[in-house]
T-cell receptor, first 111, second 115 residues
């Protein structure tokens, strides 16, 4: 599985967009990019995933570069409840669909 | 409604005393996973079941075993817990498929303490 590289921590002002980058320069053609977040003392929560097209859902947008070597998760209007550790995971779609988490980005939303 | 349920949320056991953590799901997913998460670290996959087929990660210690009696339930057994096994244990499920990818759904974990 491709390794992912994320900044250790980021701050974002409440109400502003939070842009969380992820590098996955060794990604293969059939590997998907997943984003999860984990709020303290809870299990990881699924946010969004994509292969090569940009994706948007009610929580966030995922922008994947054309060469697929990096991606950005966008939380359009960050709230205090978005404070969490955000994990970018690259995983081949196969029968087991195992995830191997990277170190993640600790996002702090500041009032 | 909780879809992946882990009980208890907190478990205390003694050094060397076997302990079992449980996970149940209402999603009818055919794949179930167990992760270990130590303080300030990312979750680390221990093993997973695809239907009844058990798949162990290469670096999972022999001290850790798992059982899946039916689709809905999966257990993590730690035969002789050491102090280094104190961690949050996370259970997750997904719909396994060769033609599409499916996200994993996590429970809120069981925090295991070793005395």
């Amino acid at each position: 599985d491709a390794k992912t590289t994320q900044p250790t921590s980021m701050d974002c002002a409440e109400g502003r967009a939070a842009n969380l980058p992820c590098n996955h320069s060794t990604i293969s053609g059939n590997e998907y990019v997943y984003w999860y977040r984990q709020i303290h003392s809870q299990g990881p929560q699924y946010i969004i995933h994509g292969l090569k097209n940009n994706e948007t859902n009610e929580m966030a947008s995922l922008i994947i570069t054309e060469d697929r070597k990096s991606s950005t998760l966008i939380l359009p209007h960050a709230t205090l409840r978005d404070t969490a550790v955000y994990y970018c995971i690259v995983r081949v779609a196969d029968t087991g669909n195992q995830f191997y988490f990277g170190t993640g980005t600790s996002l702090t939303v500041i009032p | 409604d909780a879809m992946v349920i882990q009980n208890p949320r907190y478990q205390v056991t003694q050094f060397g005393k076997p302990v079992t953590l449980s996970c149940s799901q209402t999603l009818n997913h055919n794949v179930m996973y167990w992760y270990q998460q130590k303080s300030s670290q990312a979750p680390k996959l221990l093993f997973h079941y695809y239907d009844k087929d058990f798949n162990n990660e290469a670096d999972t210690p022999d001290n850790f075993q798992s059982r899946r009696p039916n689709t809905s339930f999966c257990f993590l057994d730690i035969r002789s817990p050491g102090l280094g096994d104190a961690a949050m244990y996370l259970c997750a499920t997904s719909r396994g498929s060769t033609v599409s990818n499916q996200p994993q759904h996590f429970g809120d974990g069981t925090r295991l303490s070793i005395l």
